[in-house]
Nanobody
Framework: QIRLVESGGGSVQPGGSLRLACEASEYTRTCMGWFRQAPGKEREGVATIDVGDGRTTYAESVKGRFTISRDRAKNTLFLQMNDLKPEDTAMYYC?????????????????RGQGTQVTVSS
């Protein structure tokens, strides 16, 4: 059982930045990623990374603004979020051990954290 603990959420104004972190209790072997869920909306895959070759995928809505990365030595996943918009407001979840890397699959990964809230408003 892999435990995932997210941190770094908060409240920012539009155009601001946040960096989310997800610490895994042990080494993950396949794909890791982030998905989000806003009130009254379905879960949405945001970004994934293949822990083997480092390839990344992003939702169209965040391309060019968000960057996913991983510190292999610390078993920690990051999501750098720049130029945040009100529509980015959601609970953000880290997920791990997915057989398929891609934003269409991340909501179904085996393990997920408790989430961290991101609120973007003026």
């Amino acid at each position: 059982q892999i435990r995932l603990v997210e941190s770094g959420g908060g409240s920012v104004q539009p155009g601001g930045s946040l960096r989310l972190a997800c610490e895994a209790s042990e080494y993950t072997r396949t794909c890791m990623g982030w998905f989000r869920q806003a009130p009254g909306k379905e879960r949405e895959g945001v970004a994934t990374i293949d822990v083997g070759d480092g390839r990344t995928t992003y939702a169209e809505s965040v391309k060019g603004r968000f960057t996913i990365s991983r510190d292999r030595a610390k078993n920690t996943l990051f999501l750098q979020m720049n130029d945040l918009k009100p529509e980015d407001t959601a609970m953000y979840y880290c997920a791990a051990e997915g057989g398929m890397c891609g934003v269409d699959y991340v909501v179904g990964y085996t393990f997920r954290g408790q989430g961290t809230q991101v609120t973007v408003s003026s």
